[in-house]
């Protein structure tokens, strides 16, 4: 029995997705629960596979099983493809697994010909309606199947509008749109080099392999990328008979999503059209009717749409995202898919949801992605500085955030601008071509369009800042320039846009932090219900800590003291310690630094309140805290009495030719003891100051880039004799540990050995990647893209905690450290204790916490409990 390509619709359910695509599936699903869907086809996303692997053709058996479900179709329906009595219609929509809007664009009315036309003109009494859907047809197939720029038939339509005073699209009449297809097949003819295919057959398969091409044009694989979809699924092709909305005032078309995508409320949130076709809405061509006016124009379809979105979102448990079609006065549901919303609707909607009992806690916890998370932390205009900016211009909020930045009027200005300051992409309206200016982009300013536009929809999936309709703006591309409310700006002047009211200010606007609503702090308690890792903060001083706290941290996982040594008031004083001439010199210097370091460990003790604070002591080679520029060379010469040229010999002599692998962390303690003594002299001091103000004190003392035991017992012999001297000589009583990063892929397979003298270990993964792959982080970006593109690496190790190399010695070191000390404390404190999937892998092999940025710490929280609820689900599975 041959493999099957081809699906009818009644054949497919949402649980196909990888193989109909999500809107094949869709479609099947919702055929299956009795909803009325125009019928149609599915072709898998192994017939794509399929055409990429026959040198992009289409093998003859795929080709006889679509002519087979087509004859199928054309029997179901009463139809015909090429008929000139009764035609048969149909779109073609391409159908990824995951939905992707860089994908290729729907072509409806396939199918149309000179000689069909006039049969469906007939068949309906209607000529103007068959020539508006023909003029459409080959619009869509020359600008989606053989790259004729839709400008070149937009100048028709507007020329043969201005010369009769129509405003609107449906103006036209039948003798209007008569002469615009022919047009349209003139501008054809002469774009691609022939004649417009009159043959339908034609038509269908070259619309089927546009689709099959579209997976692999430069809009998809950078979407993929963006959200790091796999580039062998190949999507889907789905023919479905047209339904009409273009027929007269009893048809329509719109979009509605079951819940608001924007605040996450329980009510439909949607536009549609009277007298149009589905890409009438989505492009912005004409102005449309909010969904609840529908209840005015037709109550009994408002009805009907009403208990089948909520029958959809009860069965899919999820917020959905609805197109459809009124024909004759007859609802057709096109599509559902689960909807794209901003950030706060997405926790909005999922905590919702839980509360009506639909889903689960735990599921509620796996639906919040990190990027939302992320973005919730938008900022906000601030209120005084609103009240006095000049306001351009009111558009439809179409999705929240603040945003600051220069103007540019194309996707390719927008990306080189972004590479040096903030960018706000300004278009007449957007399309999938625009997708990587968008990503660029802050914000993004339409002239043109709905809360449903792609603008709207694709800034609201990325959680950007977007404004969408200001029709009282005036852009002249080739002189790069926007007037608006009697101002004329020029490409790079700065606007402010507010994605919250739909407002667009003169110049920059002051911005304040985000705010989370109370389902926020609710999804944020579960997580820690659920959850077992510990999350810390990296934090190196009073404010980063403050900040970490607020956040929900239950510790600081690092505090690097290097970062306490740039501060003004004593780059100086190390300057001069790290130039001494000899160790009695260099001890004055440290005796002057130490108070300074006492009193910053003392403003994060008082912040943390007995939460455990590991510090750790100096990390960076010395030269990275030697002036570079002429003038601080000559002033610091000065102060310590010798030449400009004796103390550049000086600077030569420390700089490193590798200084990331050379004369740094515990090789500096070894080397000059006193560096790490008065570290360690200073947090003692710290915390029985504290303590003696009754602050609870649990410091935990961190000796970086340890490789060999020894290493790690001498430095640690030294400081514990030091602070214990302290707490005898002060009579205190303040809980300190000594333990070690562990961040050479040699102290992994040591592990077992350095254990014996840590308390524990903490593993920087930032330095262990680097030196496991050895790749320079700050180098690395050089290659890393190009290596992902040609799929050498899945992903940025620097970004992903690398799962065969750097965690498997992660893996080793945790198994033998804990031979040696079963309770040993065991966590992470590079950039990875922030990522998700680094979390996930992070529990997998037994840490106890992980620490990360202040601003990644909610991220964290709800990451090890999304790690936690699926460590479960393998048990339970195995």
């Not at 029997?75 to 990824?96: F, H, M, Q, T, Y």
């Not at 709207?456 to 009282?472: I, P, S």
């Not at 703006?473 to 700065?494: F, P, Q, R, S």
């Not at 640690?716 to 707490?727: D, H």
Request: net charge negative; glycine share 8%; aromatic share 8%.
């Amino acid at each position: 029995m041959s493999k099957k390509y081809v699906y009818n619709f009644s054949e497919g359910n949402k649980d196909m997705k990888s193989l109909l695509g999500g809107k094949g599936a869709n479609l099947g699903e919702m055929k299956g629960l009795g909803i009325s869907v125009p019928p149609g086809f599915t072709i898998t996303t192994e017939s794509c596979n399929s055409y990429y692997e026959n040198g992009e053709r289409i093998k003859p058996e795929i080709l006889k099983q679509i002519n087979e479900q087509l004859q199928i179709l054309e029997e179901n329906i009463g139809k015909k493809l090429g008929s000139i009595d009764n035609p048969l219609l149909v779109s073609v929509r391409s159908g990824a697994v995951f939905s992707m809007p860089g994908m290729m664009d729907t072509i409806l009315n396939l199918g149309l010909n000179d000689e069909t036309t006039i049969a469906l003109a007939k068949k309906n009494n209607n000529y103007r309606f068959a020539y508006d859907s023909y003029r459409r047809f080959i619009q869509m197939f020359s600008d989606v199947v053989m790259d004729v720029e839709k400008y070149k038939f937009e100048e028709v339509l507007t020329r043969v509008k201005n010369a009769n005073g129509y405003e609107q699209d449906s103006e036209l009449n039948e003798k209007d749109l008569f002469n615009i297809v022919e047009e349209f097949k003139a501008i054809y003819k002469k774009e691609v080099g022939r004649e417009f295919p009159m043959s339908v057959k034609e038509q269908l398969m070259l619309a089927i392999e546009a689709v099959f091409r579209s997976w692999n044009n430069n809009r998809a694989k950078v979407y993929r990328r963006l959200h790091n979809i796999s580039d062998k699924l190949g999507t889907a092709v789905n023919i479905q008979a047209m339904v009409f909305g273009n027929m007269g005032d009893n048809c329509g078309t719109g979009v509605s999503f079951s819940r608001n995508p924007v605040t996450g409320e329980d009510e439909l949130f949607g536009e549609y059209l009277i007298n149009a076709q589905g890409e009438d809405v989505v492009a912005g061509i004409r102005t449309p009717k909010n969904i609840s006016v529908l209840k005015d124009d037709m109550p009994h379809l408002y009805k009907e749409f009403v208990e089948i979105s909520k029958k959809l979102e009860q069965h899919y448990k999820d917020m959905q995202d609805i197109e459809f079609t009124i024909e004759d006065g007859r609802l057709y549901i096109l599509q559902t898919r689960n909807a794209k919303r901003t950030p706060n609707a997405v926790v909005e909607v999922a905590v919702s949801l839980a509360e009506e009992g639909v889903i689960s806690k735990e599921e509620v916890i796996l639906r919040v992605g990190t990027e939302e998370i992320n973005k919730l932390l938008h900022a906000t205009f601030e209120e005084k500085s609103l009240k006095e900016a000049k306001q351009l211009t009111q558009g439809l909020a179409a999705s929240p955030g603040a945003a600051v930045g220069g103007i540019y009027f194309t996707a390719q200005e927008a990306v080189e601008a972004a590479k040096t300051k903030p960018v706000i992409l300004v278009r007449e309206e957007t399309s999938p071509e625009d997708i990587e200016g968008m990503i660029s982009s802050e914000a993004i300013v339409t002239l043109r369009g709905g809360m449903t536009s792609h603008a709207a929809v694709v800034a609201r999936g990325m959680g950007k800042c977007c404004v969408c309709g200001c029709q009282n703006m005036i852009i002249n591309y080739a002189e790069k320039t926007l007037k608006i409310a009697g101002v004329t700006l020029h490409e790079g002047d700065i606007i402010s846009v507010d994605g919250s009211s739909g407002k667009v200010y003169l110049g920059e606007v002051d911005k304040v932090d985000a705010k989370f609503s109370n389902r926020f702090n609710k999804l944020l308690g579960w997580a820690d219900g659920i959850r077992e890792l510990k999350v810390l903060a990296n934090a190196d001083n009073e404010t980063d800590a403050k900040v970490a706290f607020e956040f929900g941290a239950e510790g600081i996982g690092l505090c690097r003291t290097e970062h306490m040594f740039f501060e003004e008031d004593r780059i100086s004083l190390v300057r001069k310690m790290i130039l001494a001439s000899d160790t009695n010199e260099r001890l004055r210097f440290l005796d002057r630094l130490q108070p300074i370091q006492s009193e910053d460990f003392y403003k994060i003790f008082k912040e943390a309140q007995g939460k455990s604070v590991n510090i750790r002591l100096l990390d960076p080679p010395l030269h990275e805290f030697l002036p570079k520029d002429k003038n601080t060379v000559k002033l610091i010469a000065e102060e310590i009495g010798i030449s400009v040229n004796q103390l550049e010999a000086k600077i030569a002599s420390i700089a490193e030719f590798n200084p990331m692998m050379g004369h740094r962390g515990c090789r500096l303690g070894i080397t000059y003891p006193e560096i790490y003594l008065m570290q360690a002299k200073a947090i003692s001091s710290a915390a029985i100051r504290a303590r003696k103000e009754g602050i609870e004190v649990n410091v935990e003392i961190m000796i970086p880039l340890v490789g060999l035991e020894k290493e790690l017992a001498v430095l640690r012999e030294q400081i514990v004799e030091l602070v214990e001297k302290e707490i005898q000589l002060y009579n205190a009583d303040f809980k300190y540990k000594v333990g070690t990063m562990i961040e050479i892929p040699r102290a992994c397979l040591i592990a077992d050995k350095i254990a014996e003298h840590a308390d524990f270990f903490s593993f920087g993964t930032n330095d262990l990647t680097q030196l496991t792959f050895g790749y320079s982080r700050d180098d690395a970006e050089k290659f890393i893209d190009i290596y992902k593109k040609k799929n050498i690496l899945e992903s940025d190790p620097f970004v992903h905690l690398d799962d065969s190399g750097v965690l498997e010695l992660m893996k080793l070191a945790v198994e033998k450290a804990k031979t040696t000390k079963s309770g040993i404390k065991l966590g992470i404190c590079g950039e990875h204790g922030g990522d998700e999937r680094s979390i996930l892998l992070c529990s997998k092999i037994g840490l106890g916490y992980v620490s990360c940025s202040p601003y990644r710490v909610i991220i964290a929280r709800i990451a090890a409990a999304k790690a936690a609820i699926k460590n479960v689900e393998a048990a339970v599975n195995k």
